[in-house]
């Protein structure tokens, strides 16, 4: 298997007529197929007055060439150029073509070409001031079910700089590079799309070249190249079995491990045996964002049937997260799923990276000892259309509002990509999240509990007995809790309790579960480190001191305390009070901080 032989690389040289007389020229790539003829891209030698063909330029054994093209199918875009007065040179071995096997998975590539960033000043030791283009070795991947509409091959490189002409592309004259794999020829690079950006190119399909030939064409091309006249002497170039073995373990390995952590109840109840939450579940109802009076709630998880992407907001402790680790759980557990449902919290999507990575680094930190095996960092990149459905929660947890701005505009840019979207947000303002719904999320706000779905949680949190069951409904309705026992995460602190010392009763009215569910809500949610790090950052931003920044945090409960009592005796709206609170009680002035009642915001978010 000889494969890519860099002595063989054509740099493919072309002038041709501007139309007043004049000639421009312009260059590509190509291989040395035969002894006679290179093989390159219809496009880089088309109109050409004359054709140059260069080999090892400026090294030991450089020779060139005049060439004619006598071969162009521009449809796929391939040519043959002929070469005229070669110097003597030992024959060329044959080369393979090859076609490749369709599989779920990437195929390691190899091409070599002159592309325009590979432009030098003053060639090595020549003083001359003259330019010149090097070679460049690319190794990239392939993920052959991608392009199968325009049938050519999606080729992942390394991406160079962006050219200092934003009209031009870096990859200029890459075009006529043969692209190898396996030791076999399987394309021709044709295109750099921008909108792709710059690690993407796109290849001439070695294997759709016969159903895109005529029989005389494929015959033609067959004697200028030693490309086999049917389809069927195409060399099988095969996706390493490692490869797609891995993405399937690595895949088996986050269903296991997303099913496992989905049954953690997502609060850190009072009694550490806590029922799997899979086993107290009572499915969910939404309400749809519409201009009807009074829409009917509907099965929460029958809107991802409805939608492609989805926005659902909900007050503090209604459920998104319960819903997500519910959507989650039941996609692992689906056999042969084609869709991949994995929990990403927002705040993992504010740091400085590519999309993919930033997914592959949320699953990895949060699912951790669960899983078997280490993720591939690609693994976000290699599916399919609608591999993955992102489950995006606690976008109002983002303290900082500027960052929560950037993670919105990466859902809403990416809504027409590859992934589907799944965002729960506490209530925001319409117009932050209006980037959302232009870009097609559906939007839902979840809806509290009724009185069957209380029952129902109630039988479930206590063993199945409806005798316990109906004794909690009627302690709740001692206790003046029925209408705050409505907001599921309030409903389950209620049974947590009450499961825990039923005869003990439950704390009277408001004020006494208050402080229960503050405690909950403060030390229970899971990611209370980065919450802490986010206002840090957001407090720095505004201008005001890490020691205020600490003293905010550790006065929550103090603040909570207060806007609790005030709300009740007071008309004042809660942002008012406390920001009346923390000027009065912190060591420092705050009036003066940018953005300081965004970051209060946030606070009490």
Known sequence: ???????????????????????????????????????????????????????????????????????????????????????????????????????????????????????????????????????????????????????????????????????????????????WSEGHLIGIVIEHHASEGLGRLTASRVDRWHEALSEAEAAQLA???????????????????????????AIRALLSAERTDSDVQPYRFLDADAPALERVYVHQRVVEHTEAAAPEPVPAEDILDRHRHVLIEGEAGAGKSTFTQRVARRGAETPGAREHAVRIPAVDLTHGAPLPVLLRDSVQRRLGGHLGTELPRDLFESGGDGDWLLLVDGLDEIVDTAARRRVISIVAANASGPYRWVVTTRFLPPHELAPLRDAGLASYALAPFDESQLRELARRWLDGNPERAEAFLREVERSGLRQLVRTPLVAAITLSIFRRDPDAGLPTGRPGLYQECVRYLLSGRPGEEERRAGLLR????????????????????????????????????????????????????????????????????
């Open 1 to 179: 298997m000889r494969g890519l032989d860099p002595g063989r690389v054509a740099e493919v040289i072309v002038t041709y007529e501007t139309g007043d007389g004049g000639r421009k020229g312009k260059r590509g790539s190509g291989y040395l197929i035969t002894d006679r003829t290179v093989l390159t891209a219809a496009h880089v030698v088309a109109d050409a007055a004359t054709i140059q063909l260069r080999f090892r330029a400026d090294q030991e054994g450089a020779w060139s060439a005049d060439g004619v093209v006598v071969f162009k199918a521009p449809h796929i875009d391939i040519a043959v150029v002929s070469l005229m007065d070669t110097p003597d040179l030992p024959p060329v071995p044959t080369v393979t073509f090859g076609r490749l096997v369709d599989a779920d998975g990437e195929l390691p590539c190899s091409m070599m070409g002159f592309p325009r960033f590979k432009l030098r000043e003053d060639a090595p030791g020549s003083g001359s001031g003259s330019r010149f283009r090097d070679a460049h070795h690319e190794q990239g991947t392939i993920s052959p079910w991608s392009n199968t509409r325009q049938k050519t091959l999606s080729i992942r490189v390394d991406a160079p700089a962006p050219d200092p002409d934003p009209e031009v592309s870096p990859w200029e004259a890459m075009s006529g590079a043969a692209v």
């Open 223 to 249: 004697l200028f190249t030693g490309f086999p006249a049917r389809r069927e002497g195409l060399r099988e170039v095969r996706v390493p079995a490692g490869r797609a073995e891995q993405r399937e373990e």
């Open 538 to 605: 957001a407090v720095a931003q505004a201008g005001g001191s890490r020691r205020l920044a600490e003293w905010l945090y550790g006065a929550r409960i103090k603040l909570l305390t207060a806007l609790a009592h005030n709300t009740l005796t007071a008309d004042t709206p809660l942002l008012e009070e406390a920001l009346r609170w923390i000027a009065q009680q912190a060591d420092e002035a705050t009036d003066f901080l940018h953005g300081w009642r965004e970051v209060v915001t946030g606070l009490l978010s």
